[in-house]
């Protein structure tokens, strides 16, 4: 790549897309394709290929996707397998097409087994069983992957894929009952110090062990590997590092600067016991994370309270 290349960026209202366009722009790269979704529909194919066919990019990041929660994945499972199965079959068909020859996938590490030996390697996919509540998700994202893979393997061009870690930072999303666990713990944090709640209920006991990566490392990591000039086809982006969910709760409580207690409620699911990524293949190529978990919880409170008042924020 270089400063002129012109780059599609699928999803780049979102969470991870707003990272993507931060660093690129930073970095210098100004010929940037950023259609909203109602300007683009990927699960259109029509729409989709008409768009590859006319702006001809040189690379595209898949960073588009329906995401949520435990909730969300366990009551909607036929929006999660089938949003997303089309998101990639139409970009990833449409990009080879039109003549895309770099192209970076993006999905999570959920596409591994529930009990994958940890930390996970990339060598684990579609080694045993998925974890239930995101099974839906994960199928669809592992399509992505495996899409990459083969049109590598067939026609020679440079698609890749990268599994993100449980991600967080500006543009998260906020609402109560679809997101993921760090936004849900910021809010419920924020709103219970607001209104002085005496306690905070927090699903399942609190002991399983998760990762977390800020969102702008993450946008940092896929430029990175966008500018190897080998990539492998899949790669794990975490921080290496692991926490309990109580460990986390307390963490983000104090941030927050809520005082109450913590309960938990034994009735709802935990979800998988362990996940942590096994990061030593990108760590390899030389890259680092900027933020410790401490340090990246500040920075995306602060970023949520920016959003409030810019009324922006996603709840």
Sequence with gaps: ??????????????????????????????????????????????????????????????????????????????DFISINMQIAVNSILSAYKSGVKRLLYLGSTCIYPKFAPQPIKESSLLTDSLEKTNEAYAIAKISGVKLCEYFRKQYGVLYHSAMPTNLYGPHDNYEDMNSH?????????????????????????????????????????????????????????????????????????????????IKHDLSKPDGTPRKLCDTSLLRSTGWRPKYTLQSGIEAAYKSFLSEIDTHTVRM
């Excluded at 931060?22 to 990927?42: C, I, Q, V």
């Excluded at 768009?51 to 001809?56: D, G, K, N, P, T």
Aim: net charge neutral.
């Design 1 to 78: 790549m270089d400063q002129k290349s012109k780059i599609f960026i699928a999803g780049a209202r979102g969470m991870v897309g707003s990272a993507l366009v931060r660093k690129f722009t930073s970095d210098g790269f100004s010929n940037l394709l950023l259609p909203s979704h109602s300007e683009l529909d990927l699960t259109r194919q029509d729409a989709t290929e008409r768009f590859f066919m006319r702006e001809r990019p040189d690379v595209a990041v898949i960073a588009a996707a329906k995401v949520g929660g435990i909730y969300a994945n366990n009551t909607y499972p036929a």
């Design 181 to 261: 666990v760090m936004p849900a713990l910021i809010r419920r944090f924020h709103e219970a110090k607001v209104n002085n709640l005496p306690e905070v209920i927090l699903w399942g006991t609190g002991n399983p062990l998760r990762e977390f990566l800020h969102v702008d490392d993450l946008a940092s990591a896929c430029l990175w590997l966008l500018e190897i000039e080998n990539p492998p086809n899949l790669v794990n982006l975490g921080s290496g590092e692991e926490v309990s969910i109580r460990e986390l709760a307390s963490i983000v409580a104090g941030v927050v600067g809520y005082k109450g207690k």
